[in-house]
């Protein structure tokens, strides 16, 4: 399972852009990347997924470079309620020898700044 | 927008307690998962559940632990008789069929608090 690195926290203020950056240097062939978002005692929430280049959604966008060690995700125009613990993963979507368990790091608290 | 759904939201229990988590997945996913999440740590995975039947569990799901979907809605998981330590967030999350290739497109219910005395 290929390990992730994304920082602790990172701060911003409301209308900015925000990109979170995650290191997965061993990521397999068949590996997918994949994000969430938690609030304080709430659920995860899946943000988006990709496997190469560029994906956006209506939440975010995701950026994967040619060689797929690391990934990006951007939130654009940040609110005060994108103030949350954001995950990267990474891992075998298509089920793998884990079959969709998902392996949850410390993630990134992102704080949003009126 | 379909939802997953748990119930209680709390539920207090003594120690040495049986208690049921309830969850109710979004109706047309098959897989199924529980996670804990102990106060101010990381989410881990307890166990994952298709066709009726577990398909992988981690070292925290032990014999105290068990799993059920006894009708076409609700999945459960029991836990025989709680320890302090089991005091945590509990969530299940359900995932669309694995045509798609979405295993870790997870939807994630709003959690039951659980505190054993």
């Known amino acids: 399972l290929a390990k992730t690195t994304q920082p602790i926290s990172m701060d911003s203020y409301e209308g900015q852009e925000v990109n979170i950056t995650c290191s997965h240097n061993?990521?397999?062939?068949?590996?997918?990347i994949t994000w969430y978002q938690q609030f304080p005692s709430q659920g995860p929430r899946f943000i988006i997924q990709g496997y190469k280049t560029k994906v956006t959604n209506e939440v975010a966008s995701l950026f994967i470079p040619a060689d797929r060690k690391s990934s990006t995700l951007s939130l654009p125009r940040v609110s005060l309620s994108d103030t949350a613990v954001y995950y990267c993963l990474v891992g075998d979507i298509l089920g793998g020898s884990t079959l969709g368990r998902l392996y949850f790091g410390r993630g990134t608290q992102l704080t949003v700044w009126p | 927008e379909p939802e997953v759904t748990q119930t209680p939201s709390h539920q207090v229990t003594q120690m040495g307690q049986e208690v049921i988590l309830r969850c109710v997945p979004i109706s047309n996913h098959l897989y199924f998962y529980w996670y804990r999440q102990i106060l101010g740590q990381k989410v881990e995975f307890l166990v994952s559940f298709y066709n009726n039947e577990i398909s992988e569990k981690s070292e925290i799901f032990d014999d105290q632990f068990s799993v059920e979907r006894p009708d076409g809605s609700n999945f459960t998981l029991k836990i025989r008789s709680t320890k302090l330590e089991d005091s945590a967030m509990y969530f299940c999350a359900s995932s669309p069929a694995s045509g798609t290739g979405k295993f870790h497109e997870q939807y994630f219910g709003p959690g039951t608090r659980l505190t054993v005395t």
């Open positions: 061993n990521i397999a062939t068949n590996d997918y």
